[in-house]
Structures are given as C-alpha cells and as structure tokens.
C-alpha cells in the first residue's frame, strides 16, 4: 500500500529485523537489546504498479530452470590421450537451453589445474552446449581438473 516518490530517498523497499543490537546501534533499534532465535519469512511479494495480485508460489524445479536459461555455473575436468600439440577436449550439455548463445567465462579461482596440458579454452556451439579443450604437451595421458565455467544469456 506504499507509493514512492521521486525525492531522493523515498524511491526503494527496506525492511530491517533487528535480533540483536547492542549498545552501539541501540537508538536505531529502539532499545531491543541482546536476542537470540530466528526469523522466518514467506509469502512476501513486492509489486510494481497500484494493484496487488495474488502470490505466486513458482515450482523450485521450474523457477531455476528459469534462472538458468539466463546463467549457468558447471564444473568440469578433461580428461585425454593424445601426441603432443593435439587439443583434447570434451562437450558439455546445459541443464536447460539458454535462451541465446551464451558468452563463457572461467569462475574467479575456477581455472583449474593443468596434467600435461596447456592452453585451456572453451567456446559456445549453441544454446545447448559449449566445448572445453586443451593442448596435449607430451605424447600421452592429459588432463585437466576442476575447472568452472560461468554461462551468461543475460539480457
């Protein structure tokens, strides 16, 4: 039942909970002192516009599903056998179809450790799918080992 303005400040939902304050936050907290226990929340809807409707309660499944079409985070190794300056490689499928080709991106730390490979890459063969690969060092066994990549469709 909130309408917010335009004035600098009135323009965004806050909610604060306070269990514990303290003696250095006891004024904003209205004097609630040292709590303990928890909080619990469901059933909450924020809305754009003047009319409410009625809470959705999305499927888990379904609702990451949807976020996936638009992100993705997979864990991977390659694994190979190969003479040396021949790439060695693997496909791997999305949980769900992006909804356009997706730009890669190794994880922060997700880089992976290296076993007689070089030159990791991946690139996006569709919506449904990208390719991790390497370069084989010495004629033999390859790999390359907990890797994460990061998949964006993002808008």
């Known amino acids: 039942g909130k309408t917010f303005g335009t004035t600098a400040g009135t323009d ?15 004024a904003r907290a209205g004097s ?14 924020l809305e754009i516009g003047s009319v409410a409707t009625p809470l959705e309660k999305p499927d888990p499944q ?5 976020c996936q079409r638009f992100f993705e985070v997979t864990a991977g190794r390659l694994i190979g056998y190969g ?13 769900t179809p992006k909804r356009a080709t997706p730009t890669l991106a190794i994880a922060p730390g997700g880089a992976g ?3 007689n490979a070089t030159g990791f890459n991946m690139d996006s063969t569709s919506v449904n799918a990208f390719r991790a690969y390497a370069t084989v060092t010495a004629t033999g066994n390859a790999f390359w080992n907990d890797f994460t990549m990061w998949s964006s469709a993002d808008l």
């Open 12 to 26: 965004m939902t806050q909610m604060t909970l306070w269990l514990s304050a303290g003696s250095s936050y006891a």
């Open 32 to 45: 609630v002192g040292i709590q303990s226990g928890s909080v619990r929340l469901w059933g909450v809807q």
């Open 62 to 66: 379904q609702d990451l599903a949807k």
């Open 83 to 95: 003479t040396a300056a021949l790439l060695f490689g693997q496909s791997f499928s999305y949980a």
């Open 113 to 115: 450790t290296a076993s």
